[in-house]
């Protein structure tokens, strides 16, 4: 199963709409499986570094197969280690709300990363976009933050 570009800009629009609903200038990237950038727009308004912090949302999620918010233990658990990630990486890998994991059937498809609202406001969005379409929410834990990598 592949993500496609129709995919991705239906997903990038809701999550503008739902922006707008929070009264939110947001960016928007979709990212496939691989981390290779499917799509980004930035609203109007949306401060001018948004859409890079998005990217790098949307990346991490699909290349670490988690949501940016379930890194968060590891990077704190194993600070050098998780920092010396982004060294390996096409982008930096980020431990912080605003980025899910795209996943359908079981099969991680992408990542969705938002920028420019609060990181609560940024993960709400990602959800109830990502639910609402249809995709898949829940993501087994890793085993604490020793013993990745």
């Given at each position: 199963?592949?993500?496609t570009?129709?995919?991705?800009?239906?997903?990038?629009?809701?999550?503008l709409?739902?922006?707008?609903?929070?009264?939110k200038?947001?960016?928007?990237?979709v990212?496939?499986?691989?981390?290779?950038?499917r799509?980004?727009?930035?609203?109007?308004?949306?401060?001018?570094?948004?859409p890079?912090?998005?990217i790098s949302?949307?990346?991490s999620?699909?290349?670490?197969?988690?949501?940016?918010?379930?890194l968060k233990a590891?990077?704190e658990?194993?600070?050098?280690?998780f920092?010396?990630?982004s060294?390996?990486?096409?982008?930096?890998?980020?431990a912080?709300?605003g980025?899910?994991?795209?996943?359908r059937?079981g099969?991680?498809?992408?990542g969705l990363?938002?920028s420019?609202?609060?990181a609560?406001?940024d993960?709400?969005?990602c959800e109830?976009?990502?639910?609402?379409l249809?995709y898949?929410?829940?993501?087994q834990?890793?085993?604490?933050?020793?013993?990745?990598?």
């Amino acid at each position: 199963m592949k993500l496609t570009l129709d995919e991705a800009e239906r997903i990038v629009d809701a999550a503008l709409k739902a922006g707008e609903g929070l009264g939110k200038a947001l960016s928007v990237a979709v990212v496939d499986a691989g981390g290779f950038l499917r799509t980004v727009k930035r609203s109007d308004g949306a401060r001018p570094l948004t859409p890079n912090i998005a990217i790098s949302k949307a990346y991490s999620s699909a290349v670490m197969e988690r949501p940016t918010k379930m890194l968060k233990a590891w990077a704190e658990g194993n600070p050098a280690f998780f920092a010396s990630l982004s060294q390996h990486a096409a982008q930096p890998i980020v431990a912080t709300d605003g980025g899910v994991t795209i996943k359908r059937g079981g099969e991680i498809l992408g990542g969705l990363g938002i920028s420019g609202g609060t990181a609560e406001e940024d993960q709400q969005v990602c959800e109830e976009v990502l639910g609402g379409l249809g995709y898949e929410l829940s993501f087994q834990a890793w085993g604490g933050a020793k013993g990745h990598g």
